[in-house]
């Protein structure tokens, strides 16, 4: 499989290029009878849109999905849902110029190497825009897991040296998220990350960040052991996204320096009968793979773009020096739109593994 | 699939438990004709096993793999192998006393909760004795990739504070790794860990870490652009490993704070007519999931042992406050016996993905 | 995996409906650099459509593919190949009075019990016409495979009693197919086969039959020994079809009344410098499961469309008797344009087998 | 994935030749709690045993199953079940001088342009002495499948021109089938099958046949709609077997002859209040791919053993003509030991598919 499907029973299959006719995704394996139109893809998919605030690409995409099949009076079938969205303001015109260049930090030297030829246009397949079609997808399987109770709210955690405070990353709420156009729940913090944003941009620069994806309310048992760990396949989700260079849950790297004694979180008796819970939650929700019913906590590396208004020192194709400036629109910092690309990874992992427990313990 | 294979076309799929009879692995796909004998497998079980240093648990099992299959005169067939490796010193006696209890940092709760029972038996499937497969699936996807270049190297870069300095991670040698217990090759920082690891155990207690894993002679061209990134099934497969919080690439977390002109490698000529390198390496080996040519460098950040000999607050099956003291053995540091089955679990991925490169791409 | 999807390599995956906006299918692992464009999909989409001829359903859609991505100045990318075929003349109102009925020999009753709702609007999703999205795929996979000298023909073996003479089934042409309507390559069973489809439909009735599919070129050594065996998944890709009830290779059922002395193929020496051969081809094409150089030659048997517009007794959705009797526009016989569908599986197939056997054995 | 993987959800992986060490099957995605020992699969791995009768092979294996995980206390624990069952009664010196020669009608041929290479002993891999491994895994798809009240029994329908009458497939019972030992439930036709079997022994031949296996208690809706239908996945299990070169179910090739009006099997009202069923069942107990209640009923063409004493024409490794009789011990005909490995592959087909159906739909 060419790596164009992600998941097992809740399955995520995508095609399309920034600068032809547009995305496809069909999504497989959705529960019939769930109620699903066109309406419940959009909120997500304009959170991720360019041009969507002064601190981003200023692109223009309607990003309008149309739904063409899988959904029959207003319910889900069962069968396969595909979603179409087509590509509007292309202007391939702005990548002519790089077309025997190789843009750094971007794929276009791998994808030359890997296939002996590239569709130049704006980065072809390797668009960060592939992910209109992941955020469709994410739609479907948010509704999907609030059935069972499950909510998905990621925000940005740092723009530089700017961190948040975010006491309790589980009661951060969409409404606080949305409340700027940076997506951090801190106020504070959110006006100085849109001024470094605005700075870098106006120094033709980039500047790199953190974001924050907290999943609450899923029940202890999700995750298989082995291979297919939650945390594994978390980790495969969101090192799956453009520009993600690293990835931690919970107390993350901070593990390194820890004791035993001080990491382990102990069990104690939870607010229900019988219940169990833990009091901190340096595990990030997950033990041995499979959630503990704790708030899973995730944190994402993402890279400053890579596309530059500046001159970058590069090579041509037959590996001639020469220096390139990307004259696209681009956003000077990616995590105000990497916020819904990641919670939409979150939600399709997790309703993948939903369906994938139920699957084997549908009796428990 | 319930989550106990790994890998599309370099397909690994294993079975077992701490305190059964033992643990098989299925290797599936391996290209016919590559001689292949137990004595192969032997050097990574043999650095994986328990009991060989002081600094690890002093559990001792030989750790003797059977080729059952797949193997004839010598040679790869192109068939199935299946490898064998009995359980020797279970002394599951050890574990009686925790039946009703559940471990703290263990997945001892969260089995319960998703199978409604679980083999006690120190962790049954979810304990790190089941990277055993996993280790000897790896020697075998090294030797398919040492025939096209590709070497990988793992060595720990931290315990506790102590971190090595290590000036060109792809210039480490195994022989630099295995001169010391601790698998580090920097020879100052291995002492100060050694002794920190020492300390630790002397107190009951643990402490934590990282490791870094670098892949050279990695050809670029290797890797899926979307979901199937490289760097998404390298983050996976490191993520799979038990205990791991954190995966990183080339300048890791470090790109929150960095700016795009600083983070991008600027392509320059190679040394091979028409070959196009980067002098500096933070995107790690990968760009857009595919390999670059570079060395594949990541890191893990590996939480210290939860089991601990000292007495620690947890529950009950049922939900009673108890405490808990794990009196099997363990390693008072996970790190030196976590460098093979990282470096397996990297070989497996980079195995998996050349095949299915050559796949699509074998006419290039 | 909901099962919308085939091949492992050569992967396909469809959505759509009868009576929604259109077909969807994304075609992933396509090698790169392979020319293609829209002019590719349509002469076999043509053969398979609704209204081509006088002893087919009236149902007028053009069936015009538009490719939305993978492909760029004319040829493959590597990237997956999105088809949309939109559909046209729907006439849902026609199905309107079967809402609330089950048609015999549909999967209107199976649909129902499964999901607990259905499109009733001409079967939904599993409708014929879902083959469309198929069709498509293979003429992918045929060009594929024409690089690498398999060629492809389908044709009518069958109608009711009416039986073809085919001597030689790998001496087929397309041409001699298309040189009617019922695509028999044998001229006067052809004629008799159209005067009977033409007498059941003046009855208000339907016919079965059988269609034979041959393909040459494909050289020994592809397909895997066990579970994937050749046959199997060109029997599961031809079982995969609406309607079929029975597959048989080379001898197929024949098999059972001979013995082992007349039944084996003996090996001879080839044409060729130690090349190898059979003189007689009663396994079919394939021994242990991998094809052996000889013609692949399967059968597959065709139940009479199970949509007639005479009066049929059934039962109500609440499970009442009742008779129905579908009005909509239906083959007399589903053999003509089954041929171009069951083409496209045993093309999708074999390019599928093709890549799987390369990534494994490319150095041979 | 090369190929020695089946199923989806309950997943079965397999490797082992018939004159190595021995054969491992790895069950994945068993449901925990499920009561099972080696005691389970030992009566099924009897019946497919060599040497069980004097109409089979005399080769004497006692296919003694271990199980080395997944099963702990006497219940599935929800991980991967390993059986190991290891060769005894090897002989491979019998072999030694077909090293060189392809035997007809065999995979010597088609391994050796695969891999370049083969195990000779005996077929290696591609002996059907593999099968061992599916009869293991069948075993604990029938227990899973008793739960669901599901019940699956095959038996010999046809030996050369002899053929059973069977009134009613669906009322066949083990006792019946086990009552003599060419498994045909038709005394009369059992005792002429033997004598067929011992006159074409005597004469150094061999004998194809047909089996017919029937699945009862499906209830209706298992099966995916399009490429996974339950025909399709069970014509692939069929056809993964050695030897079987044609599938049909319900009325099978006979629909080719058949109008729609006599094919279609009209729906009635069942006995269960809003049950619904038909009272005829050409279609087999499928209908779009889906089960529709009915016992689901196949057939399976067996061809006369290709292993024969008496010299038969063939070809060298370098393509000189030769003769060959293979020595070694052979069924004269292969049906009565093709039972359980036919029941076995329906099992684990259907219980892959429950499983399936359950992850979609447990809502319902």
Chains 1, 2, 3, 4 share one sequence.
């Not at 479907?140 to 909510?151: D, I, P, R, Y």
């Not at 990616?334 to 549908?362: C, G, K, S």
């Amino acid at each position: 499989m060419a790596g164009n499907s992600f998941g097992q029973l809740f399955r995520v299959t995508t095609a399309g290029e920034s600068h032809g006719p547009g995305y496809v995704v069909v999504i497989d394996g959705v529960p019939p009878g769930m109620s699903l139109g066109e309406a419940d893809l959009q909120p997500d998919l304009d959170r991720r849109r360019p041009g969507q605030s002064k601190i981003t690409t200023q692109r223009d995409e309607a990003d309008r999905a149309e739904i063409l099949s899988g959904v029959f009076e207003g319910k889900t079938t069962g069968t396969p849902i595909a979603v179409l969205v087509r590509n509007k303001d292309q202007r391939s015109k702005d990548y002519s110029d790089i077309k025997d260049k190789y843009r750094p930090g971007h794929a276009d030297y791998t994808f030359d190497a890997k296939y002996g030829l590239r569709d130049y246009r704006g980065g072809g397949r390797s668009s960060a825009r592939e992910t209109v079609s992941r955020v469709a997808a994410g739609a479907v399987a948010k509704k999907l897991l609030a059935v069972q109770g499950v909510s998905i709210v990621g925000y940005v955690k740092q723009v530089g040296a700017v961190i948040a405070d975010v006491p309790d990353p589980a009661a951060v709420t969409l409404d606080q998220v949305e409340a700027n156009p940076v997506r951090c729940p801190d106020p504070a913090a959110a006006t100085r990350m849109i001024e470094l944003i605005e700075q870098v941009r106006s120094q033709q620069d980039s500047i790199g960040g953190t974001a924050e994806i907290v999943a609450t309310g899923v029940p202890a048992g999700w995750g298989e052991p082995v291979f297919d760990k939650l945390k594994a396949d978390l980790g495969k989700a969101m090192f799956s996204l453009p520009a993600v260079l690293g990835v931690e849950y919970g107390a993350g790297f901070g593990v390194a320096t820890a004791r035993g004694s001080e990491n382990n979180d102990a069990f104690v008796p939870g607010t229900t009968p019988g219940g169990i819970t833990t009091t901190t939650n340096r595990h990030g929700g997950m033990l041995g793979g499979i959630s503990s019913g704790l708030p899973i906590v995730l944190r994402c590396a993402v890279k400053p773009t890579s596309s530059l208004p500046q001159d970058q020192p590069t090579v041509t194709r037959d590996g001639q020096p020469t220096t390139i400036a990307t004259k696209g629109r681009h956003d000077p910092c990616l995590l105000p739109r990497f916020v819904p690309m990641a919670e939409a990874m979150v939600a399709i992992t997790l309703a993948d593994h939903y369906l994938r427990h139920r699957a084997q313990n549908a009796d428990r």
